[in-house]
């Protein structure tokens, strides 16, 4: 019995301390080079800005579909992409959002028609090292073996897939520019796009009860907020277009924020996008500026003077 | 509480200290450890269902007690009817209620009739189908005086409440399992060391397989109307191999907790994908409840003596009631009529009982002839897997559809490659380990010391890599 007992502890226990090293060899924190320690980056432009800031936030369609620069010129206000990942989920990212957002700023949020509510845990503690509301919000929302025990867990799971997988490119925090815009895709060849594995589901209850109480909260603190869709892939448009089209039909009865555009006008054909039927390649991301800029000129009010004709 | 959870892997230490080395002197403290430790792991997910439990515990004990009492044919026929009524109207009322009335319901509004009725907010009770079947097989046994009834109140509660099989099997006859509560039990070292090897083995395949199939499946599943006919093939290999994984993971995970504690569980699968026919297959699929079915139902029927009406008429009634016995809608009772369909041509020409012993018994690889055999029995259970899949008989039909049409020789929207590697990668590992009780049973002789130590460490770290939400178990929900 005693030798079964020391056996079986030295077992886990070797397990356990040779998986916790391998979890140290992951590169972390402000350092990082990887994709999702760009949030490091466009936290620290955002927090830099003292004016009303245009907020961009949402998933990766905002890294790959949006000229920042562009934006700024156009409606004449700083312009800050917070946007990164789709799969951080929408409580995730408007608490990050709450984190940042002041008076007289404007918010876009963009997500993915999947829209997420409460997104990967395992996105969540990798931003724990990023900023202090992303911290927050691991407290806040624990899971599993604790926030420790959980960080290098997930940390010993990035390594393995560092080691067993290409890195894609286009994915990495040096390619990004400064307003948070990814644009190393800008000058690569389209891979091929991947369908969306994502299924649709209609039923977006609690995802518009948790949008409302972000507008209430925006209504108290003094700054505005908008929805806009994200671009999307014509073919997938139509497989998916019963859902959609529900899914528009809630958030124009029952959503607080405005709603400033309609399915069709982000949705692209399918030679417009990089590697997936969210994410714009050069031409496409052109176009799509170009269009928000239009539809972002009656919310941010620009002088007439300063626009644009 | 569910095994691949935090919860059961503080639980099980605790639980496995408390039986060996605090009340190891006394059978009848390790038989109430037994109980409290499996009433604790059932009240994890509702404590409000352990009546149910313990109800059917007194009742089965006491009608045991009275017939074992009684020579008379007809009290001990009234204590037989009792067990079955009180087993089988808790499942009855608990699982189909609203079945049958919904059906009621449609069948009058089909001639013209309306009918009000309100069907109940009724929680399923996990693993009621499981523990209901176990007693009633007590009961049958003593009636059938097979079996002396049991006097010791604390070793039949945990013959009925034994957490490890409690909610998803084995499901275990009292001949197996209780004699072996009144039995002192000696740790034995090599036991537990296999008992633990197996649940490494059952973690691997429900974590690193099944619950990986199963994102895929669902998607695919979920939104098959999206998806091209090769897709929908896809994901109908992917819930084969989820379902597999996940039934018999579960099980290892129970022979192995079993044997920790110094039980011998019976075998529940035998690696049923590598059968070259369908009967092959039922004698290796879910054998405790096939057998189940046999002694209790195909058997007293007439089984497959009498005529060919006869044997038609039995096949399909265990089958369906298979099929039923998995879940109230009418997706589990086609997937019971297909397997019946498969199974009959078997049986009408005396060839259910031709594949005994496993594939390549004597060799490393199959015959061209098997390799075919094997491949158009997995082809036909993955179909029957898309009734048992699907959300309703609309969408089942809508599936096959899809997959029958020109849409089927198209290049799939889903296709990830490394899981199919992973897939191919595991029925290798299985095919190396099916003369075994479970594949990797033979690392023990195969392997030197460190070798098989870094083979387990390997595997837990998989299961580490692949773990995150701890997802049930597809069979609780029967």
Same mark, same amino acid.
């Given at each position: *019995?005693?030798?079964?007992?020391?056996?079986?502890?030295? !077992?886990? +226990?070797?397990?356990?301390?040779?998986?916790?090293?391998?979890?140290?060899?992951?590169?972390?924190?402000?350092?990082?080079? &990887?994709?999702?320690?760009?949030?490091?980056? %466009?936290?620290? @432009?955002?927090?830099?800005i003292e004016e009303p800031v245009l907020i961009l936030a949402g998933g990766s369609n905002l890294v790959f579909g949006v000229d920042s620069e562009q934006l700024e010129r156009n409606l004449h206000m700083p312009v800050a992409n917070l946007g990164l990942r789709a799969h951080l989920g929408l409580n995730f990212i408007l608490n990050e959002v709450k984190d940042v957002a %002041?008076?007289?700023?404007?918010?876009?949020?963009?997500?993915?028609?999947?829209? &997420?509510?409460?997104?990967?845990?395992?996105?969540?503690?990798?931003?724990?090292?990023?900023?202090?509301?992303?911290?927050?919000?691991?407290? &806040?929302?624990? %899971?599993?073996?604790?926030?420790?025990?959980?960080? @290098?867990?997930? *940390?010993?799971?990035?390594?393995?897939?560092?080691?067993?997988?290409?890195?894609?490119?286009?994915?990495?925090?040096?390619?990004?520019?400064?307003?948070?815009? +990814?644009?190393?895709?800008?000058?690569?060849?389209?891979?091929?796009?991947? +369908?969306?594995?994502?299924?649709?589901?209609?039923?977006?209850?609690?995802?518009?009860?948790?949008?409302?109480? !972000?507008?209430?909260?925006?209504?108290?603190?003094?700054?505005?907020?908008?929805?806009?869709?994200?671009?999307?892939?014509?073919? &997938?448009?139509?497989?998916?277009?019963?859902?959609?089209?529900?899914?528009?039909?809630?958030?124009?009865?029952?959503? %607080?924020?405005?709603?400033?555009?309609?399915?069709?006008?982000f949705t692209y054909p399918n030679a417009s996008f990089f590697d997936n039927v969210y994410h714009l390649n050069a031409k496409g991301r052109k176009n799509h500026t170009e269009k928000l800029i239009q539809l972002l000129r009656p919310e941010v009010e620009v002088p007439s003077e300063l626009a644009i004709r | 509480m569910i095994f691949n959870s935090l919860d059961f892997a503080i639980f099980l230490p605790i639980v496995f200290v408390l039986y060996w080395f605090v009340v190891n002197k006394h059978l009848q403290f390790q038989n109430l450890v037994v109980v409290a430790a499996s009433y604790v792991f059932y009240g994890w997910w509702d404590w409000r269902f352990l009546s149910l439990i313990i109800f059917s515990?007194?009742?089965?004990?006491?009608?045991?007690?009275?017939?074992?009492?009684?020579?008379?044919?007809? /009290?001990?026929?009234?204590?037989?009817?009792i067990s079955i009524t009180v087993n089988l109207g808790l499942l009855g009322f608990f699982k189909y209620y609203n079945f049958f009335l919904d059906n009621f319901i449609s069948a009058f509004s089909f001639f013209g009739t309306t009918v009000q009725a309100n069907t109940l907010n009724i929680i399923l009770p996990v693993g009621i189908s499981f523990y209901t079947f176990q007693t009633l097989s007590y009961s049958i046994d003593i009636y059938r005086r097979k079996l002396e009834p049991t006097k010791d109140f604390m070793a039949f509660s945990a013959f009925v409440c034994?957490?490890?099989?409690?909610?998803?099997?084995?499901?275990?006859?009292?001949?197996?399992?209780?004699?072996?509560?009144?039995?002192?039990?000696?740790?034995?070292?090599?036991?537990?060391?296999?008992?633990?090897?197996?649940?490494?083995?059952?973690?691997?395949?429900?974590?690193?397989?099944?619950?990986?199939?199963?994102?895929?499946?669902?998607?695919?599943?979920?939104?098959?109307?999206?998806?091209? =006919?090769?897709?929908?093939?896809? =994901?109908?290999?992917?819930?084969?191999?989820?379902?597999?994984?996940?039934?018999?993971?579960?099980?290892?995970?129970?022979?192995?907790?079993?044997?920790?504690?110094?039980?011998?569980?019976? /075998?529940?699968?035998?690696?049923?994908?590598?059968?070259?026919?369908?009967?092959?297959?039922?004698?290796?699929?879910?054998?405790?409840?096939?057998?189940?079915?046999?002694?209790?139902?195909?058997?007293?029927?007439?089984?497959?003596?009498? =005529?060919?009406?006869?044997?038609?008429?039995?096949?399909?009634?265990?089958?369906?009631?298979?099929?039923?016995?998995?879940?109230?809608?009418?997706?589990?009772?086609?997937? =019971?009529?297909?397997?019946?369909?498969?199974?009959?041509?078997?049986?009408?020409?005396?060839?259910?009982?031709?594949?005994?012993?496993?594939?390549?018994?004597?060799?490393?690889?199959?015959?061209?002839?098997?390799?075919?055999?094997?491949?158009?029995?997995?082809?036909?259970?993955?179909?029957?897997?898309?009734?048992?899949?699907?959300e309703n008989m609309t969408h089942a039909l809508a599936y096959l559809g899809e997959i029958f049409s020109s849409s089927l020789l198209t290049y799939p929207e889903v296709f990830p490659k490394k899981m199919l590697l992973l897939l191919l990668a595991f029925l290798l590992v299985e095919w190396a380990g099916r003369k075994h009780e479970y594949a990797i049973e033979n690392i023990k002789t195969s392997f030197h010391t460190y070798p098989r130590w870094v083979a387990y460490g390997l595997l837990l770290a998989t299961i580490f890599y692949y773990a995150g939400q701890e997802q049930q178990f597809i069979y609780f929900q029967f």
């Open positions: *019995m005693k030798k079964f007992i020391y056996k079986t502890i030295f !077992f886990f +226990g070797i397990c356990a301390v040779t998986m916790l090293l391998f979890s140290l060899l992951e590169e972390d924190g402000e350092n990082s080079t &990887e994709f999702m320690a760009a949030m490091v980056d %466009k936290h620290k @432009r955002i927090k830099s %002041k008076k007289g700023d404007i918010v876009v949020l963009s997500l993915e028609y999947f829209m &997420e509510g409460d997104g990967e845990h395992d996105l969540h503690l990798l931003s724990s090292y990023y900023h202090n509301a992303a911290l927050d919000y691991c407290e &806040e929302h624990p %899971k599993g073996l604790g926030l420790f025990l959980d960080y @290098r867990h997930m *940390m010993f799971k990035k390594m393995v897939t560092n080691y067993t997988t290409k890195n894609q490119e286009a994915y990495a925090r040096t390619d990004f520019n400064k307003y948070g815009d +990814g644009i190393k895709h800008l000058n690569m060849q389209n891979p091929s796009i991947q +369908g969306s594995r994502y299924v649709i589901d209609a039923n977006k209850d609690t995802e518009i009860k948790a949008l409302n109480a !972000f507008y209430d909260y925006a209504q108290i603190e003094g700054f505005k907020v908008v929805y806009a869709y994200s671009p999307y892939e014509q073919d &997938e448009y139509q497989k998916n277009k019963k859902a959609l089209l529900s899914l528009d039909r809630d958030l124009r009865k029952h959503m %607080k924020i405005k709603l400033i555009t309609s399915l069709e006008d | 515990t007194i009742v089965d004990y006491f009608v045991g007690i009275g017939m074992g009492k009684s020579e008379l044919p007809a /009290r001990r026929k009234l204590l037989l009817w034994f957490f490890p099989q409690l909610v998803a099997g084995p499901i275990e006859r009292a001949t197996n399992l209780l004699p072996q509560f009144g039995k002192p039990r000696v740790f034995e070292h090599d036991k537990a060391v296999d008992g633990l090897r197996q649940i490494l083995w059952g973690l691997f395949k429900k974590i690193v397989i099944a619950d990986t199939c199963a994102t895929y499946a669902n998607t695919i599943f979920n939104g098959s109307e999206l998806f091209s =006919g090769s897709t929908l093939v896809l =994901g109908a290999l992917f819930f084969t191999f989820q379902i597999y994984c996940d039934f018999s993971g579960y099980s290892d995970i129970a022979i192995g907790t079993s044997r920790l504690f110094g039980f011998h569980l019976n /075998r529940n699968f035998a690696f049923p994908y590598f059968s070259r026919d369908i009967a092959e297959f039922w004698r290796r699929w879910h054998i405790s409840l096939s057998t189940w079915f046999r002694d209790y139902l195909y058997i007293p029927l007439g089984g497959s003596r009498g =005529g060919t009406w006869m044997k038609v008429r039995n096949t399909f009634a265990i089958f369906l009631v298979s099929g039923f016995w998995h879940g109230a809608n009418w997706t589990f009772i086609a997937w =019971g009529a297909l397997n019946a369909i498969y199974f009959l041509p078997l049986l009408l020409l005396g060839n259910n009982r031709k594949n005994l012993d496993m594939v390549a018994q004597d060799s490393w690889l199959p015959s061209p002839k098997e390799v075919l055999q094997m491949g158009s029995t997995f082809a036909l259970t993955m179909l029957a897997w898309i009734f048992f899949r699907a």
